[in-house]
């Protein structure tokens, strides 16, 4: 069974920083893209980064380019995101979902999510 | 970048209802459509991909259709558990989301 972990969520002033991680299990982790997407409060869903399978390629949204960094341990069959520079617009539960290549991309599985919250 | 717009914004059926909730791309997509179910507090759920293809696992009550603009997500006929929120999100270009349809029950 594929199961996606996040942890590292929780409350951080404006300007700070935190890390993120997912611990994968359940399939070949390194076989894999996988990817970060946000949940701002009683929003919907908006795209943060996605890795390669061996780390050589990250994409980010616009709004995170610069602060916030995608990576990847395979070894430890886990996801990380290092997010800085922090604002409050960044308050959000965090998922990470894996990146199935098929004959497009699709989120086929996703983890119930990490808390973030900016505030002073 | 391009952006996805879902119709409704929420609706309110019974069950048994016929249920049909469309997302339109601002350009060409092609088929690069997927569609997702999130329950409060729970991790989005693929339903559909590339616009018409279930997701191993997801009953057949659920359908989708269309290409290029515009896409369908229909649900033949609802069941208690259908009552969620859905997300369209594109592929073609980068990955974005609609804003989410609420289906409540009447």
């Known amino acids: 069974e594929v199961q996606l972990v996040e942890s590292g969520g929780g409350l951080v002033q404006p300007g700070g920083s935190l890390r993120l991680s997912c611990a994968a299990s359940g399939f070949t982790f390194s076989s894999y893209w996988m990817t970060w997407v946000r949940q701002a409060p009683g929003k919907g869903l908006e795209w943060v980064a996605n890795?390669?399978?061996?780390?050589?390629?990250?994409h980010y949204v616009d709004s995170v380019k610069g602060r916030f960094t995608i990576f990847r341990d395979n070894a430890k069959n886990s996801l990380y995101l290092q997010m800085n520079s922090l604002r409050a617009e960044d308050t959000a539960v965090y998922h990470c979902a894996r990146l199935w290549s098929t004959r497009i991309d699709v989120f086929d599985f996703w983890g119930q999510g990490t808390k973030v919250t900016v505030s002073s | 970048d391009i952006q996805m717009t879902q119709s409704p914004s929420s609706l309110s059926a019974s069950v048994g209802d016929r249920v049909t909730i469309t997302c339109r791309a601002s350009?060409?997509?092609?088929?690069?459509l997927n569609w997702y179910q999130q329950k409060p507090g729970k991790a989005p759920k693929l339903l559909i991909y590339v616009a018409s293809s279930l997701q191993s696992g997801v009953p057949s009550r659920f359908s989708g259709s269309g290409s290029g603009t515009d896409f369908t997500l229909t649900i033949s006929s609802l069941q208690p558990e259908d009552f969620a929120t859905y997300y369209c999100?594109?592929?073609?270009?980068?990955?974005?989301f609609g804003q989410g349809t609420k289906v409540e029950i009447k």
């Open positions: 350009q060409s997509i092609s088929s690069s």
């Open positions: 999100q594109q592929s073609y270009s980068s990955w974005t």
């Open positions: 890795i390669k399978q061996d780390g050589s390629e990250k």
